[in-house]
């Protein structure tokens, strides 16, 4: 058979062997030569290149040639699109022996060993706390909302309704007021204890997205968590707002 050059860059074949039962499709450079071809087909096969005998199907299954001109470019035969091409192994290896995976030795590691390794799969289910690492994550979550729902209620229960308080937030200067609610809100998650400032310190009157929770003017209510009220003996202090 005549060789001829092609000028398509890549072309998708089908790759069989002598060694098992299956075909590969697969695409390849029509610039490789053919010794470059067969190194890349050791990883489809199993075969070693210098143990490969090399045929030529048209999409029809009829034989074309063999390609056995190892400095030969795999362009230069007639490859196309839907040819197939066959590695006949001379290795001696007998079909499917690279199939039967129970002849292969199995590799153990102990979990304790397995659990130290950064690039195993568990490693990075933890790491993205996907599948069952997720639902740990998600209980844990749960556990310390529940423990620290029940810090603040356990605070909140300390702080009557009435009594005077500071309020010492973290960054901002302390606050005085009088508490006129206590308990869980509709706006946020938790124990919030709700203060009527002695001045136009606060955010809102008392209400939250149209829920009304005290009575107070605008700007005189702010909800805080227990953990920043203290009562006490907190006389009202003039801050000298209604000086002009």
Known sequence: MEVTGLSAPTVTVFISSSLNSFRSEKRYSRSLTIAEFKCKLELVVGSPASCMELELYGPDDKFYSKLDQEDALL???????????????????????????????????????????????????????????????????????????????????AIPVGSRCEVRAPGQPPRRGTVMYVGLTDFKPGYWIGVRYDEPLGKNDGSV???????????????????VVTVGDFPEEDYGLDEM
């Open 75 to 157: 362009g230069s035969y007639p490859v196309d699109d839907g040819c197939r091409i066959h590695v006949i192994d001379h290795s001696g290896a007998r079909l499917g022996e690279y199939e039967d995976v129970s002849k292969v030795e199995k590799y153990q590691i102990s979990q304790e060993a397995y659990d130290q390794r950064q690039d195993s799969v568990r490693s990075f289910l933890k790491r993205s706390k996907l599948g069952r690492y997720n639902e740990e994550e998600r209980a844990q979550q749960e556990a310390e909302t529940t423990q620290r729902l029940n810090e603040e209620k356990t605070q909140a229960s």
């Open 209 to 227: 997205n149209g829920k009304r929770y005290f009575e107070c003017q605008a700007k005189y209510g702010a909800f805080v968590k227990p953990s």
